[in-house]
T-cell receptor, first 112, second 117 residues
Framework: TQLLEQSPQFLSIQEGENLTVYCNSSSVFSSLQWYRQEPGEGPVLLVTVVTGGEVKKLKRLTFQFGDARKDSSLHITAAQPGDTGLYLCAGDWKYGNEKLTFGTGTRLTIIP | GAVVSQHPSWVICKSGTSVKIECRSLDFQATTMFWYRQFPKQSLMLMATSNEGSKATYEQGVEKDKFLINHASLTLSTLTVTSAHPEDSSFYIC?????????????FGSGTRLTVV
């Protein structure tokens, strides 16, 4: 089993602050995706990173894939209440049979 | 964009009965579909990988006789929870991959909340 550990597990910060969520593994991934999930709904894809060292930006969200393709980070600048949700990283294991393994999740709450 | 429809969105059933959940890719063909379950405040755990026209591949610890998966066409996969018990209560989510190989993106359904009473 290819484990993806996310940290922190829970995060509650004030509106306007910055934050970083980490996704770590001992396995190498062909690609890594970040999702956000609202209660009672399926996860929604935010970004896919494929190349080691790759950085992608989505408005106030910055995603980075580690050079060795074993880890990733999500940085949110000037967090807003609408950013509240469950953030999940998910990896497609390089030597696996093409299935997506989800991280442990980070529950983010932005306080107005 | 690719859309995956999952039905029902919620279901309540009596202990001992069976429940079927459908997952449809509406505007694309999905050779592979995935079934996940999610307990409250936890992440998604992969239950099985379903390939059209062949038997599903179950993850370790998932009872294949209890969670029956059928992927009879390129646009439909079903998960049947047989002889459901309260411990089967969970949020079940399907996902469809748009094409073979890792270049194919994953699209998720909106989930099914199963409550067994």
């Amino acid at each position: 089993t290819q484990l993806l550990e996310q940290s922190p597990q829970f995060l509650s910060i004030q509106e306007g602050e910055n934050l970083t969520v980490y996704c770590n593994s001992s396995s190498v991934f062909s690609s890594l995706q970040w999702y956000r999930q609202e209660p009672g709904e399926g996860p929604v894809l935010l970004v896919t990173v494929v190349t080691g060292g790759e950085v992608k930006k989505l408005k106030r969200l910055t995603f980075q894939f580690g050079d060795a393709r074993k880890d990733s980070s999500l940085h949110i600048t000037a967090a807003q209440p609408g950013d509240t949700g469950l953030y999940l990283c998910a990896g497609d294991w390089k030597y696996g049979n093409e299935k997506l393994t989800f991280g442990t999740g980070t529950r983010l709450t932005i306080i107005p | 964009g690719a859309v995956v429809s999952q039905h029902p969105s919620w279901v309540i059933c009596k202990s001992g009965t069976s429940v079927k959940i459908e997952c449809r890719s509406l505007d694309f063909q999905a050779t592979t579909m995935f079934w996940y379950r999610q307990f409250p405040k936890q992440s998604l755990m992969l239950m099985a990988t379903s390939n059209e026209g062949s038997k599903a591949t179950y993850e370790q610890g998932v009872e294949k006789d209890k969670f029956l998966i059928n992927h009879a066409s390129l646009t439909l996969s079903t998960l049947t929870v047989t002889s459901a018990h309260p411990e089967d209560s969970s949020f079940y989510i399907c996902s469809a991959r748009r094409s073979s190989g890792r270049s194919g993106g994953y699209t998720f359904g909106s989930g099914t909340r199963l409550t067994v009473v």
